[in-house]
């Protein structure tokens, strides 16, 4: 997901960066073909279809949209818990920088220098890129090489500095332990999202939905060519498009994490704690990324 500016009625009507339309489009297509199929048989023959009754499609449709409805809201509660959770890190980092204000110099860069390495490892992990890769832009790949966690172990290396620091009476323990209790809410942020990560909807569950909705949409069309003719184009892909988008959307939304275009954006809160840390240690900024496109 890229952060955009709010939509207008020519965005909304015309953007397809971020729509799901792309994704169902296949689906729509073999829709419109069979309810053209089932209009020209209508047409042809009349009264073909005329003994099947729209009723049993209105409460399979009910019971359609309500069990749709509860799994969106499930995945939709997967995707806010984890953009909840990497607003928990963003803070974390944050107090961190705040509160070792008084550290040695090359202490404190190392410290903020490794919570640069956990964001970005712990974005990289998420998406099941090279973690390793990500870590050794801000700490020595020698120092995590092995680990079957490397973003866990960047935290360590940060508590070993903490406890470093208070062995040689850099450090108060009053202090550490408000250091310390920031780099615990980091772990149980990076837990949570590993839950998230690692925890998908059952697949059984899924898979009936998108039967249910495929066979739904598949034979509304003869239930209504005979009553609307060539109307029936109207309703019939207005019905799929909802449900497929919904079934679709719902889909991305399961991995608050992946790369699909409504996804969280990792790397635009990865870079943001990278800049902040950098500026806490007054050095030079990554790379940014923009903060809002128009989406055309």
Not at 78 to 99: F, K, N, P, S, T
Not at 107 to 117: G, K, N, P, Q, V
Not at 176 to 194: I, K, P
Request: aromatic fraction near 8%; include cysteine; proline fraction near 6%.
């Amino acid at each position: 997901m890229t952060p955009r500016s709010q939509p207008n009625l020519r965005d909304i009507l015309l953007t397809l960066n971020g729509s799901i339309i792309p994704v169902i489009l296949g689906r729509l297509t073999v829709i419109g073909v069979v309810c053209i199929a089932a209009i020209l048989a209508a047409r042809m023959h009349p009264g073909i279809f005329a003994r099947i009754s729209a009723i049993p499609f209105t409460l399979i449709g009910i019971a359609l949209s309500v069990f749709m409805s509860f799994r969106n809201s499930t995945c939709y509660a997967r995707w806010w818990e984890g953009r909840q959770l990497w607003g928990q890190v963003i803070v974390a980092c944050r107090g961190i920088a705040r509160a070792s204000a008084g550290l040695e110099s090359q202490t404190r860069m190392r410290l903020l220098r490794s919570l640069c390495a956990f964001a970005g490892g712990l974005s990289a992990r998420l998406r099941h890129q090279d973690e390793i890769a990500a870590i050794a832009r801000w700490i020595p790949a020698e120092d995590i090489r092995g680990c079957r966690n490397p973003s866990d172990r960047v935290l360590r290396i940060a508590g070993e500095e903490l406890i470093a620091a208070v062995e040689h009476g850099r450090l108060g323990d009053i202090r550490w332990s408000v250091l310390e209790g920031y780099l615990d809410q980091l772990s149980a942020a990076q837990a949570a999202c590993e839950r998230i990560a690692s925890t998908p909807v059952p697949f059984a569950y899924s898979l009936l939905l998108h039967r249910t909705a495929l066979v739904f949409c598949l034979l509304l069309p003869f239930a209504l060519a005979g009553a609307l003719g060539w109307w029936t184009l109207l309703p019939v892909l207005l019905v799929a498009y909802t449900f497929f988008g919904l079934d679709a959307l719902s889909h991305q939304l399961e991995d608050p994490f992946g790369g699909s275009p409504n996804a969280l954006p990792l790397d635009v809160m990865r870079q943001n704690i990278e800049r902040e840390m950098m500026d806490a240690l007054s050095g030079p900024r990554p790379p940014t990324v923009p903060e809002a496109v128009d989406g055309r």
